[in-house]
């Protein structure tokens, strides 16, 4: 049933947030794929709403999605990974086990914590393994990669500076737990083709925002910097280069990517194809739209 938006009265699909003239969920034309390896979208806060936006797409036609709002940290933001995943019988073995609990979270066993600021800079880590203090560190241990590949679990709290100057207000913006065999899909200097990893992929985790939305949240959730890292080696334009910004030949929308990724990895080709055929009719949707608004501002000829 359509809903009207609070501002333009128009009617809106609750389920593709798209005005129910151009509602998306008619337009699969079979039903949603039970993709065995798992997507997880972090979707910038701001990206959301906007028209083209094509996670929405994905919502629609992937039954094994999650999508998780990842905001920009405009003061301080504060990290628990915590490697006791809730599949392991035993947890992590190199991780020391008495250390603190870290702002209520976790039990004490394989935990790390630390605080970043704005832009990605680590203010602090704490963490008992072999003595590390520093993130890159952590990140090059070989016992930092034996845990990882057990799964790990990831809370975010944000902290806010209030009017006052001493005064601040802390929040937990997400938890997501990251199971074994999670990839990263960003083409980071580091990142590899798929045909190249060496292990059987189980989830795929997804930026979604502007290009430099997405390398704000790269650089702000350092915790993705543990993750293997895959890249798409493909030379074509987005569907939707005609009506929104392509920084270069490659990057490609949440939807594409997601898509070309899940075909690599053995997923059914036809239904991935389907959700492209639905993204193409949204950003045909748009362009008329654009068109429309145009004409409303065109000059009318003078008449003599």
């Keep these: 049933m359509a809903t009207k938006s609070g501002s333009s009265k128009r009617p809106m699909c609750p389920k593709c947030s798209k005005p129910a003239r151009i509602c998306l969920c008619t337009r699969l034309k079979a039903p949603s794929l039970e993709n065995s390896v798992a997507v997880t979208i972090l979707q910038h806060g701001l990206e959301k709403k906007h028209p083209l936006n094509s996670t929405r797409i994905a919502s629609l036609g992937l039954r094994n999605l999650t999508v998780v709002s990842v905001s920009d940290v405009n003061f301080e933001g504060r990290f628990v990974l915590d490697f006791s995943y809730p599949d392991s019988k035993t947890g992590s073995s190199h991780w020391d086990r008495n250390i603190t609990d870290f702002g ?27 003595k590390q ?10 016992i930092a990669g034996n845990d990882l590949g057990k799964g790990f679990s990831v809370v975010k709290f944000q902290r806010k500076q209030l009017h006052g100057i001493d005064e601040y207000e802390e929040f937990q913006e997400f938890e997501i737990k990251v199971p074994p065999g999670s990839v990263l899909l960003f083409p980071s200097e580091r990142a590899v083709r798929i045909e190249a990893i060496n292990f059987e992929v189980k989830n ?30 493909l030379d074509e334009l987005s569907l939707y280069s ?3 910004h392509q920084p270069k030949t490659g990057c490609l929308s949440t939807i594409e990517s997601i ?7 053995g997923e059914d080709p036809e239904k991935l194809d389907g959700l492209l055929e639905v993204f193409k009719s949204m950003v045909g949707d ?8 145009l004409s409303k501002f065109s000059v009318k000829p003078s008449q003599s």
Excluded at 133 to 142: G, M, R, V
Aim: charged share 25%.
């Design 204 to 233: 795929l985790i997804v930026l979604d925002g502007t290009w430099a939305k997405a390398k704000r949240m790269y650089n702000e959730n350092p915790w993705l910097k543990l993750l293997p890292h895959l890249k798409l080696d």
């Design 133 to 142: 203090n520093k993130f890159d560190q952590l990140l090059a241990s070989q």
């Design 286 to 293: 748009q362009r008329q739209c654009k068109d429309e608004r």
């Design 259 to 265: 898509v070309y990724a899940l075909k690599a990895l």
């Design 104 to 130: 209520g979270i976790g039990n004490g066993d394989a935990v790390v914590a630390f605080t970043i600021e704005k832009y990605g800079a680590i203010a602090s880590l704490c963490n008992q393994m072999q």
């Design 242 to 244: 005609e009506v929104r």
